[in-house]
């Protein structure tokens, strides 16, 4: 499966942004669809996951202004990110695992490109 990630863009903090990623050549429905990001000078960052059955998980810290869903039909996965803070800017990444549905970089075999947030105070 390939992955294409878009949405990124310059916001204000206290905006929000949708990120999507498209999937394809592949059978969507099989696999853990996660975010990622990476700010840069630093290492790349769990965001977000969700499960073949609609689970999802997030690190603690974004938990309530940032939001993972999933469209099987559409085969897209979803970042919605809500009161957007500065500390929020980096290259949001999408990725793709068969067999884990964790927070772990090394579990994802597939990733997207990337997709640029700027958030500006």
């Known amino acids: 499966v390939q992955l294409q990630a878009s949405g990124g863009g310059l916001v204000q903090a206290g905006d929000s942004l949708r990120l999507s990623c498209a999937a394809s050549?592949?059978?969507?429905?099989?696999?853990?669809m996660a975010w990622f990001r990476q700010a840069p000078g630093k290492e790349r960052e769990f965001v977000a996951a969700v499960s073949w059955y609609f689970d999802t998980i997030y690190t603690d810290s974004l938990k309530g202004r940032f939001t993972i869903s999933r469209d099987n039909p559409k085969n897209t996965v979803y970042l919605q990110m809500d009161s957007l803070k500065p500390e929020d800017t980096a290259v949001y990444y999408c990725?793709?695992?068969?067999?884990?549905?964790?927070?772990?970089?090394?579990?994802?075999?597939?990733w997207g490109q990337g997709t640029q947030v700027t958030v500006s105070s």
């Open positions: 050549g592949g059978t969507f429905g099989e696999y853990v």
């Open positions: 990725a793709a695992s068969r067999a884990s549905f964790s927070q772990w970089p090394y579990e994802y075999v597939i």
